[in-house]
């Protein structure tokens, strides 16, 4: 297969010869033409047969090559067939859907970077075949317990199930010490209940159980512009507080080798504290919890060079980033993602737990804010985005970044047009 560049502009050469044809149709032979005269391909090439299969029939490998595009293109909502009508395909007027669901066999780059790729595709698509070791696994995990119960909510059981199946496929590229970060939220509770629901212990278990990764910590995300909730149980029916955190799981495959160093996340001193320390540290002597703990003179009296952060993070949910990607999404008309976390929160991660040039992965990347930060950091990175659209707003972010491509089939979809 020819480089990933090459199959870009490819992609290209294709969407444009249907966009440019009278009601944006062509059969396969005028395609042909088209691309041949534009020099995207080699005319003499789609003449060429050699023997195909057992039976050594004669094909043009070409021409096949170039059908292999075309149901590229179909999967990805960009084409369909005209009906009746063999060997002619069109743009697809089913292109316009706003998210542009990933089907299971789904597998395109969207863009990408020197250091990164996003790829549209579930990642039970992607992953089982990738092999290239892992460092860091950062992700926000899908909440489908929120579903109302007309669309299918799943038991606790089965979103437990979801996610070591996805996760399972990364966990055996995980280097030693390795870390697996996932938000994994916390506002869920039992039907018709204000207890909550107890798949974050479930899902802990299951994954050390499963798939042998060790929990390091459970470090919660305090938000406090969250809006009030649980909004039945908090708001109206008063029996519970109003939540303001979410809960990440901070996992390994193998603590005794894990990698992360907090002196890569250490935060500035407060004025108090390097006073302190420049003055010499402390000047008495003090007893505190029947001896546990004891102060002597000259205590923090050495300047270090920054305090080591607390298993707490306390974020708002306002980013510039997601600004800027809600202004790039509306001005294409594509929907808005509706659940955004700064992408400060992966970049903490990022730098705790990895190194420059290490690769970093997201298997529900949403708007790609592990990948943005993990560009910033230097770091490699693959995600995988099953909604189309969030792909395609999100790449907007990436456009200064060196070597960046966008898959010129994006700019074809309807509602996605500049």
Same mark, same amino acid.
């Given at each position: 297969?020819?480089?990933?560049?090459?199959?870009?502009?490819?992609?290209?050469?294709?969407?444009?010869?249907?966009?440019?044809?009278?009601?944006?149709?062509?059969?396969?032979?005028?395609?042909?033409?088209?691309?041949?005269? =534009?020099?995207?391909?080699?005319?003499?090439?789609?003449?060429?047969?050699?023997?195909?299969?057992?039976? *050594?029939?004669?094909? =043009?490998?070409?021409?096949?090559?170039?059908?292999?595009?075309?149901?590229?293109?179909?999967?990805?909502?960009?084409?369909?067939?005209?009906?009746?009508?063999?060997?002619?395909?069109?743009?697809?007027?089913?292109?316009?859907?706003? &998210?542009?669901?990933?089907?299971?066999?789904?597998?395109?780059?969207? %863009?990408?970077?020197?250091? *990164?790729?996003?790829?549209?595709?579930?990642?039970?698509?992607?992953?089982?075949?990738?092999?290239?070791?892992?460092?860091?696994?950062?992700?926000?995990?899908?909440?489908?317990?929120?579903?109302?119960?007309?669309?299918?909510?799943?038991?606790?059981?089965?979103? @437990?199930? %979801?996610?070591?199946?996805? !996760?399972? #496929?990364?966990?055996?590229?995980?280097?030693?010490?390795?870390?697996?970060?996932?938000?994994?939220?916390?506002?869920?509770?039992?039907?018709?209940?204000?207890?909550?629901?107890?798949? #974050?212990?479930?899902?802990?278990?299951?994954?050390?159980?499963?798939?042998?990764?060790?929990?390091?910590?459970?470090?919660?995300? @305090?938000?406090?512009?969250?809006?009030?909730?649980?909004?039945?149980?908090?708001? !109206?029916?008063?029996?519970?507080?109003?939540?303001?955190?979410?809960?990440?799981?901070?996992?390994?495959?193998?603590?005794?080798?894990?990698?992360?160093?907090?002196?890569?996340?250490?935060? #500035?001193?407060?004025?108090?504290?390097?006073?302190?320390?420049?003055?010499?540290?402390?000047?008495?002597?003090?007893?505190? /919890?029947?001896?546990?703990?004891?102060?002597?003179?000259?205590? %923090?009296?050495?300047?270090? =060079?920054?305090?080591?952060?607390?298993?707490?993070?306390?974020? *708002?949910?306002?980013?510039?980033?997601?600004?800027?990607?809600?202004?790039?999404?509306?001005?294409?008309?594509?929907?808005?993602?509706?659940?955004?976390?700064?992408?400060?929160?992966?970049?903490?991660?990022?730098? &705790?737990?990895?190194? #420059?040039?290490?690769? !970093?992965?997201?298997?529900?990347?949403?708007?790609?804010?592990?990948?943005?930060?993990?560009?910033?950091?230097?770091?490699?990175?693959?995600?995988?985005?099953?909604?189309?659209?969030?792909?395609?707003?999100?790449?907007?972010? %990436?456009?200064?970044?060196? /070597?960046?491509?966008?898959?010129?089939?994006?700019?074809?979809? =309807?509602?996605?047009? *500049?």
């Amino acid at each position: 297969m020819e480089s990933s560049t090459t199959q870009l502009d490819l992609f290209g050469h294709i969407t444009a010869a249907y966009a440019d044809a009278p009601n944006g149709a062509l059969d396969n032979q005028r395609l042909y033409e088209v691309l041949a005269d =534009s020099g995207a391909i080699d005319a003499a090439a789609l003449e060429r047969r050699v023997p195909v299969g057992a039976s *050594g029939a004669m094909h =043009s490998t070409e021409k096949r090559r170039l059908r292999w595009y075309q149901q590229t293109l179909r999967r990805a909502g960009v084409l369909e067939r005209v009906e009746g009508e063999r060997g002619v395909w069109k743009l697809a007027d089913a292109a316009s859907k706003d &998210l542009c669901k990933a089907q299971a066999t789904t597998k395109l780059v969207a %863009f990408s970077t020197d250091l *990164g790729v996003a790829i549209w595709s579930k990642a039970e698509s992607t992953f089982p075949s990738f092999d290239e070791p892992i460092a860091l696994v950062v992700t926000s995990t899908p909440y489908p317990l929120r579903r109302p119960r007309a669309y299918g909510n799943p038991t606790e059981a089965d979103y @437990v199930d %979801f996610i070591c199946h996805a !996760v399972e #496929p990364i966990a055996k590229n995980l280097i030693p010490g390795a870390s697996v970060i996932l938000n994994i939220g916390l506002d869920i509770f039992e039907e018709k209940s204000p207890a909550r629901s107890l798949y #974050p212990e479930r899902l802990t278990l299951a994954l050390r159980d499963r798939l042998g990764l060790s929990l390091m910590d459970r470090i919660p995300w @305090v938000n406090y512009s969250k809006p009030p909730g649980p909004t039945y149980w908090a708001c !109206v029916k008063r029996v519970q507080l109003s939540a303001a955190y979410e809960q990440v799981l901070w996992l390994t495959n193998d603590p005794l080798k894990v990698r992360s160093d907090n002196r890569r996340v250490l935060e #500035p001193h407060t004025d108090r504290h390097m006073e302190l320390m420049q003055s010499g540290g402390a000047n008495r002597t003090a007893i505190y /919890g029947d001896g546990a703990y004891r102060l002597r003179p000259s205590s %923090f009296g050495k300047v270090t =060079s920054g305090k080591i952060p607390r298993n707490v993070i306390e974020r *708002g949910h306002a980013c510039s980033d997601t600004r800027a990607y809600r202004q790039h999404a509306k001005a294409l008309g594509l929907p808005i993602h509706g659940a955004m976390q700064p992408t400060d929160i992966a970049d903490f991660f990022i730098r &705790l737990c990895t190194e #420059p040039g290490e690769l !970093v992965v997201d298997l529900f990347a949403g708007t790609v804010k592990t990948g943005l930060a993990a560009e910033r950091l230097g770091r490699r990175w693959l995600v995988t985005e099953m909604m189309l659209s969030y792909l395609r707003g999100a790449a907007e972010m %990436f456009r200064g970044a060196p /070597g960046f491509n966008l898959n010129p089939a994006l700019e074809c979809v =309807s509602g996605m047009r *500049g």
